[in-house]
């Protein structure tokens, strides 16, 4: 799913998380690790949506930030919508 091993996928999903935090409006509560943990389960949820729509995400690097980054948003937004309730 992503490209560089572990190291790529700290990397990958920190820059990630760090996007989608930014794009939520979240990047001042959230810490590096939270951002790293939210950059790789939003590459998981975006791989998944990607796969299940018929996109093959191969392992380009691009793809992955994308993929990671939309995962992330999402995420997010159901994070905030379960703490709201």
Known sequence: MMA???LGWIIIGGLAGWVASMIKGKNASMGIVANIIAGIVGAFIGGFLLSFIGIDAGSGLVISFISATI????????INMVKKN
């Open 4 to 6: 560089g091993g572990i």
């Open 71 to 78: 995962g992330a948003v999402i995420l997010l937004t159901i």
